[in-house]
């Protein structure tokens, strides 16, 4: 049995050891570093200073984790909190299957890591840590656009009205893609992208929707308002674009037909840069311009609406780009006859009543001379309709009725005079 004087000599020797490796470690210059990754002998992969090692793992220390390390000894000294003052980048794209995002650094893709348990997706806002090497933390989630990847079927007869904007849709649009053979011939693509512009509720989103089902695309029809795209945030809104694109390229691989892209009130999206319209265009015009240079490869078809067409940036409706240039006016008076038409059909009429008579004669009233100018559109027309089966409901609960009686001219002579309240304008005596 050892003495209590040899105990005491052991443990001054296990003292003196103890101190001489703590004085060494004091003398090793410790580093910061970041660790980034783990080896299959699940050592730890730490970069420091442009410099990368694989040193021995400690309890609790894991990917994206801030350390003190000894170089030399390959040893990690003491995790340390993280300072939260890392960059902020935006995430370009996430590799499906592995913790590894693509940033853009300056101009520059760069690989990053991602820290555990943290997933990202193309246009998250996230934060670096101090070597730029690993993301730790989600700063803002990217913003989706409203996409509408399905919509109702709209025939071209179900458009009233715009009788030549519609042959130079079907000629600029539907002939490339039905006779493809016969435009290659004449060294002829098709189309990238079409501009509709004119007044509000006159029929863009309605053609819109008519080019997709004519093309086959009505699944692939991806509608937008410009508003809802931009974002604060820096880059988001660039991000929200390329999601629209690579909608339509999905939409194109899956179907083989074309996606249509339609952005509504395209002037807060595309308004020519350098202008008090766009202050975001320096960046936000660009990105458009790149997208719509790679649709021969998607397959896509932009259509831009606006009531503002003289704000849009000029690279943005060129020729190459945006190959036609469509104006949709307000309906004069056998237009708006067909949409008044239009939306009377299938709802019940009164004995003795037809429909396009009716129509027919409503529309003579509205743009009779000495009537009141109205801003005329097919959005106004449809509520026009709504207002005189408003008119017809009422009457019929008044009488108790169990049927409907069905819509009469009265119902509409109601509905003009509301109408013209409506708009401020004065009702004509008799109505």
């Not at 370009?92 to 590894?100: D, L, T, Y």
């Not at 060294?187 to 080019?211: D, E, S």
Request: neutral net charge; glycine residues 10%; contains cysteine.
């Amino acid at each position: 049995m050892a003495t209590d004087r040899e105990l005491l000599s052991e443990a001054k020797e296990v003292i003196k050891k103890q101190n001489e490796l703590l004085e060494r470690l004091g003398e090793e210059a410790l580093l910061l570093g970041s660790v980034i990754a783990t080896t299959d002998q699940n050592k730890l992969v730490v970069t420091s200073s442009g410099e990368s090692y694989v040193v021995l793992p400690l309890p609790g220390v894991g990917i994206g984790d801030q350390v003190w390390m000894v170089p030399a000894t390959k040893q990690i000294v003491q995790k340390v909190s993280r300072s939260g003052t890392g960059p902020l980048v935006e995430v370009k794209r996430a590799v499906e299957g592995q913790s590894i995002a693509e940033i853009d650094v300056g101009g520059r893709p760069m690989l990053v890591t991602l820290a555990k348990g943290l997933k990202v997706e193309q246009g998250d806002r996230v934060m670096l840590d101090h070597s730029g090497s690993v993301v730790v933390a989600m700063i803002e989630k990217a913003k989706k656009p409203a996409l509408v990847p399905t919509v109702a079927p709209v025939q071209w007869h179900e458009v009233g009205g715009c009788r030549e904007a519609k042959q130079r849709v079907i000629e600029a649009i539907e002939l490339p893609y039905k006779h493809p053979k016969l435009f290659a011939g004449y060294g002829r693509k098709p189309p990238k992208g079409i501009l509709f512009y004119g007044p509000p509720g006159c029929g863009k989103t309605l053609l819109g929707k008519a080019i997709a089902t004519s093309l086959g695309s009505a699944g692939g029809f991806i509608s937008v308002k410009g508003p809802e795209l931009l974002d604060p945030y820096v880059g988001v809104a660039e991000a929200n674009i390329r999601a629209l694109f690579r909608h339509a390229e999905a939409w194109k691989a899956k179907s083989g037909k074309p996606g249509v892209i339609f952005i509504d009130e395209a002037d807060a999206l595309l308004a020519a840069r350098g202008t008090a319209h766009n202050y975001m265009g320096q960046t936000i015009v660009p990105m458009f311009l790149t997208e719509m240079q790679g649709l021969e490869e998607s397959g896509a078809i932009v259509i831009l609406a606006t009531n503002r067409h003289d704000i849009l940036d000029p690279a943005i409706i060129r020729d190459g780009r945006i190959d036609a240039k469509i104006e949709i006016p307000r309906p004069d008076k056998d237009d708006a006859a067909e949409i008044l038409a239009i939306h009377i059909d299938g709802k019940p009429l009164a004995r003795g009543v037809a429909k396009v008579p009716m129509a027919k004669n409503v529309a003579e009233d509205l743009y009779r001379d000495g009537m009141p100018k109205l801003p005329f559109s097919g959005a106004l027309l449809e509520g026009l309709v709504a207002k005189a089966s408003d008119h017809a409901i009422r009457r019929d609960l008044d009488c108790k009725a169990q049927t409907p009686s069905g819509l009469c001219p009265g119902d509409f002579v109601y509905a003009m005079a509301q109408t013209y309240k409506q708009e401020g304008v004065t009702v004509p005596s008799g109505m």
